[in-house]
């Protein structure tokens, strides 16, 4: 038997984040995120039918397909001159898939991806009592093998044992919530993952008295799921790491383009009615409407030809310059500035703009921990925002399902036209995605992706300003360069949709350790 | 051929009210990679062609794309999974071997980000939640090109039909007996 065979995850990696953080006296005094992978999907699309794009977009990523298939759709609405006339149907079909989506990706990023930072698994190991769930874990950690709940910094874990042992059964529910989730995007979508329920012009299946059901019963699974559980366990570990509120804040600016249309008359994205509140806010208390015009990407840290720095994503291009730069990401900016975007980002926008259910729960939370609500701007504040919208989020889709007709159309008949151009802007769970399209002879001429993790976790632009990862890095105490804990939970709490290397470097830039975010 | 043993703690399915009482799929065949990255997609090309055949009998075909886990949570139980994937063989282009997962390269967590929640992970995490399927096997093929692209390169697109051989031998029900993986 061969026993060394490898099936490399770089085959089915769309890229690695890489944070490389100068270390001096214990405090990260510069940060450099960079994507060493090449994104070569925008390319792949050049010259195929526009109608592709939904699906060929929805390939890029097994967690986020929903939303690029959004995205996508929204910009061939456009394209294709359909965009005003979206059946109800459609609309909130598109909804509850998009929402399905939601739900499922804040839960895998506390549960999966973020708790192990907080949570000790291994006080699993001592267990002797009833739960299934539990029971399950130990047996499993018994046979020795301890993925998939490591490797994890050691130290600093600070829950009780009891509250340990709580959130690996809940690690293990919360698979079975995601489960719920899928299949309530499968009624909708017609298939999981990579659905293909999304179409220009609106969404393919039919409304029936059973689908609904279907959906309404899971649904009213994962809303208690979120309220008896995953809400609790958040404000427990907040709770225990009250010093994360004031770690890692990043730039006092945020950006969302909201998302879940509520209206399809109007056909400026950023004008347009829907659920999540949209705007650009900044933590002082300033709020003002989103203006696409002011997206701009910055390549001089990036591999890409300097002439393409500073271009709108409607002009830009993707032409590889290994000679320049560090990163394979682009350095979006908003009005020439680094901004935030993701569930924080989206809560701040919306607790300025008097959004009722981002106000109640903000103020419901910032009561419970004591924390100022400025302190929301912090590592611990993401992962808060995250969870209080999956409640949000999830509540409101048990409002929308009751609002289909069954009988009533999904979709209007679309035709690609010789030329035509559409501005995809949507809101995923980790923050604002742009697309946009140009077709020229029916075919695609151009295709650009502003993505949230580009906006996140972008290298410094042109002007050599941080971005908002990076800026949420420098200043931080690291007090064990080996353990590097902090880092790895300021990076983390970003909900980045890449693998993350990250190298701590000391100040003769000697690699000291190198560890990845897992 | 290679196969893993039954795991301990198949009896989580019936716990799983997720499942409602499902019976568990006799087979399930499960094509998974990305199909915007050359070979890396085989899986899906070859579960595709699967799909649309009308001979299989008791085996569900999934495209998982490059959400293999997320595939699987959408069928209930499962007796048999039959995993389609690109794996580096170390060997030509093409290549194609049965696999057990324990002769997956050990899991090192590294690769456990939102790109990468890859097939390891997804097993075991259908391990830790006592609902890995009691048979698994991986049909691994050896790319030649993971580059950007919607095609197979023709050293694999030629095997296609071998892969799809190879994969249906793994049902006892249909097997003849002779073994036909080959390298």
């Keep these: ?518 | 051929m290679p196969r893993s043993e039954p795991s301990s703690g198949t009896g989580g399915l019936a716990r799983d009210t997720a499942t409602d009482g499902r019976a568990a799929h006799a087979t399930v065949i499960l094509g998974i990679g990305n199909l915007l990255r050359g070979d890396d997609g085989v899986g899906v090309h070859a579960a595709h062609e699967l799909l649309v055949r009308d001979d299989l009998g008791d085996v569900t075909v999934l495209d998982g794309g490059v959400a293999p886990l997320d595939a699987l949570a959408t069928v209930g139980p499962v007796q048999r999974l039959i995993i389609i994937d690109a794996a580096d063989l170390g060997e030509l282009p093409g290549t194609i071997r049965a696999l057990s997962p324990e002769e997956l390269a050990p899991h090192n967590g590294d690769s456990v980000s939102l790109h990468d929640l890859d097939l390891l992970w997804a097993l075991s995490v259908l391990q830790a939640m006592g609902q890995a399927p009691p048979e698994t096997v991986v049909v691994g093929v050896q790319p030649a090109s993971v580059d950007w692209s919607t095609e197979l390169s023709p050293a694999v697109a030629a095997r296609l039909d071998d892969i799809l051989e190879a994969v249906l031998a793994q049902i006892p029900a249909r097997g003849t007996g002779r073994e036909k993986v080959r390298p």
């Design chain 1, 1 to 518: 038997m061969q026993t060394n065979i490898t099936i490399d995850p770089l085959v089915r990696v769309e890229g690695h984040l890489k944070v490389e953080c100068i270390v001096e006296d214990g405090v990260v005094k510069d940060a450099n995120c960079s994507g060493p992978m090449f994104r070569g999907f925008e390319r792949l699309l050049i010259g195929r039918d526009p109608l592709d794009a939904q699906q060929i977009t929805q390939r890029v990523c097994g967690v986020c397909p929903a939303v690029h298939g959004m995205a996508a759709a929204l910009a061939l609405d456009e394209a294709l001159g359909v965009n005003a006339s979206i059946p109800d149907n459609g609309r909130i079909i598109r909804n509850l898939i998009l929402g399905s989506n939601f739900l499922q990706s804040h839960i895998l990023h506390f549960y999966h991806l973020a708790a192990l930072d907080y949570v000790d698994c291994t006080k699993v190991a001592g267990y002797d009592g009833p739960d299934e769930n539990l029971k399950s874990v130990k047996a499993f950690i018994d046979r020795g093998v301890l993925a998939p709940f490591v490797p994890r910094y050691e130290g600093d874990y600070r829950l009780p044992p009891e509250v340990d042992r709580a959130a690996v059964s809940h690690y293990v529910k919360a698979l079975m919530m995601r489960r719920k989730s899928h299949e309530m995007l499968a009624i909708w979508g017609g298939k999981m993952p990579h659905y293909v329920g999304i179409v220009p012009g609106g969404a393919t299946e039919s409304v029936t008295p059973d689908k609904i059901a279907n959906f309404m019963s899971r649904l009213a699974e994962i809303r208690t799921f979120v309220d008896d559980v995953m809400v609790p366990d958040a404000l427990a570990v907040a709770g225990a790491y009250t010093d994360y509120f004031a770690i890692g804040k990043g730039p006092g600016e945020f950006l969302s383009y909201s998302a879940f249309d509520r209206e399809t008359a109007q056909t400026d994205l950023t004008k347009r009615t829907r659920f999540f509140a949209t705007g650009v806010a900044t933590i002082g208390g300033a709020l003002s409407p989103v203006d696409a015009s002011k997206i701009r990407e910055y390549v001089k840290h990036s591999h890409f030809a300097d002439a393409t720095s500073g271009k709108h994503p409607s002009e830009g291009e993707t032409g590889p310059d290994m000679v320049t730069g560090h990163s394979w990401i682009k350095a979006p900016r908003y009005d020439g500035r680094p901004v935030q975007v993701g569930p924080l980002a989206r809560a701040v926008v919306g607790y300025l703009s008097g959004h009722a259910q981002t106000k109640a729960l903000a103020d419901t939370a910032i009561s419970a921990l004591g924390v100022a609500p400025e302190a929301m701007a912090s590592t611990m504040g993401r992962h808060a925002a995250r969870v209080l919208e999956t409640k949000m989020v999830a509540d409101a889709m048990a409002d929308w399902l009751l609002q289909l007709r069954p009988g009533e159309p999904t979709a209007v008949p679309v035709k690609v036209p010789e030329e035509g151009s559409g501005l995809g802007l949507v809101e995923g769970p980790r923050g604002s995605l742009l697309h946009y399209l140009d077709i020229q002879g029916h075919k695609i001429a151009r295709y650009q992706m502003v993505v949230p993790t580009t906006w996140n976790c972008s290298p410094k632009d042109d002007r050599d300003v941080p971005g908002p990862c990076e800026q949420a890095l420098i200043g931080t105490k690291v007090k064990d360069t080996e353990n590097p804990v902090e880092i790895v939970r300021i990076v983390r709490s970003f909900d980045p949709c890449l693998a993350c290397a990250v190298h701590v470097v000391n100040v003769r830039r000697d690699t000291v350790a190198k560890v990845r975010a897992v």
